[in-house]
């Protein structure tokens, strides 16, 4: 099985930047790609960013286009999500999630197989 754990997370001004951390370990040579989530009070999680493991092949909502930017480190394990220009809507719970098979579902919760315990992003006016 593959754990995951973010990192990072804080409170910042709008306009401002934070990047977030995901570290694998466990099973990390079965990890086909990750993606990054988050969820606000009262709304469901959502699908913020993904990225297959073995190429360049990256994904965006489209709220977060031009702003955030998901990248890997393959020799640690590790993905990153550098996020600028934050905006007070960008508050939430983000959640690092691991896939272990082939997917091009890539937006959808039921598509991971091992989540993190997330990480508080708090961005004020």
């Known amino acids: 099985q593959v754990q995951v754990a973010e990192s990072g997370g804080g409170l910042v001004q709008a306009g401002g930047s934070l990047r977030l951390s995901c570290a694998a370990s466990g099973r990390t040579f079965s990890v086909y790609g990750m993606g990054w989530f988050r969820q606000s009070p009262g709304k469901e999680r959502e699908f913020v960013a993904a990225i297959r493991w073995s190429s360049t092949w990256t994904s965006y909502t489209d709220s977060v286009k031009g702003r955030f930017t998901i990248s890997k480190d393959n020799a640690k394990n590790t993905v990153y999500l550098q996020m600028n220009s934050l905006k007070p809507e960008d508050t939430a719970v983000y959640y690092c999630?691991?896939?272990?098979?082939?997917?091009?579902?890539?937006?959808?919760?039921?598509?991971?197989?091992?989540w993190g315990q997330g990480t508080q992003v708090t961005v004020s006016s």
């Open positions: 999630a691991a896939v272990t098979k082939w997917t091009s579902r890539w937006s959808i919760i039921e598509t991971y197989d091992s």
